[in-house]
């Protein structure tokens, strides 16, 4: 491989399209949830202070969220009404009123899309944007509109307005479908080895895997099938891209 990451697989002059995932892609996820649970928890101050008590023992709202996801099981791949039964459980073992979990999850999420985009990703979706259709492809609750980054994107789909996630081919077939493509023209960019590169070559798309952390990304590769491309970031992206139809990279 390249300094890139670029394999000899790649078939650059195919791409028509990319899609691209969003949390931990574009922005970092964890430092946005932690600023929407802390802004839920000043609400929560003022208007279920029960609540709020609770909640300030580390971790109890996460415990929350994953008793939600084993008792329901059919809300797995849609990550709003996840929370927003998590803020309605907190407040029955508060003692307070769980009518107030509505206008708390719009706290929260109003929060959430308040995103800091990584350094490399405005100038990456400017070069990309100009060169092919972008469509987001995210199992999240990100707003593109309300994250500031939709201007770049033709379409987005998530697993709770699609009604199913990544890894399953559905989604990533949806994507190609709405750019008027096959799969096969369609890089999909994303960080999650197996919701990202495997479901997006089990589509029949090629598939880049974006490390931002650094280390030997060959090596610790988990899975039979191996993505065309492993970039440490996104204008090594660009760089690739650049390398295959000779354009100025971002």
């Not at 899609?19 to 003022?46: G, M, N, Q, V």
């Not at 929370?83 to 708390?104: H, N, Y």
């Not at 197996?194 to 610790?220: F, I, K």
Request: hydrophobic share 45%; proline share 6%; net charge neutral.
């Amino acid at each position: 491989m390249t300094s890139a990451g670029l394999a000899p697989m790649l078939d650059v002059k195919r791409i028509a399209a990319i899609s691209l995932d969003l949390d931990d892609t574009l922005w970092p996820i964890w430092p946005t949830i932690e600023y929407a649970e802390r802004t839920l928890h000043k609400w929560l101050e003022t208007s279920a202070p029960r609540t709020a008590a609770l909640l300030i023992t580390p971790g109890v709202l996460r415990e929350l969220r994953e008793a939600t996801v084993r008792e329901r099981s059919d809300l797995a791949h849609d990550m709003s009404a996840l929370r927003l039964e998590s803020i309605r459980a907190a407040l029955k073992r508060g003692g307070e009123d769980p009518t107030l979990a509505e206008p708390a999850f719009e706290v929260f999420f109003a929060a959430r899309q308040k995103v800091k985009l990584y350094d490399d990703a405005l100038p990456a979706l400017k070069w990309l944007s100009e060169r092919y259709p972008l469509v987001a492809v995210s199992n999240g609750n990100a707003d593109i509109h309300r994250t500031g980054v939709g201007r770049w994107f033709r379409t987005a789909f998530n697993a709770q307005g699609f009604g199913s996630g990544k890894p399953h081919a559905p989604i990533f077939r949806a994507a190609a479908a709405s750019v008027g493509l096959l799969p096969r023209d369609i890089l999909h960019v994303g960080d999650d080895a197996e919701l990202d590169v495997v479901g997006a070559l089990n589509a029949g798309m090629q598939a880049a895997w974006l490390v931002r952390a650094g280390g030997d990304a060959v090596q610790s590769w988990p899975q039979d099938a191996r993505p065309q491309l492993i970039v440490p970031n996104l204008h090594a992206l660009c760089l690739a891209l650049e390398a295959g139809q000779g354009k100025s990279a971002c």
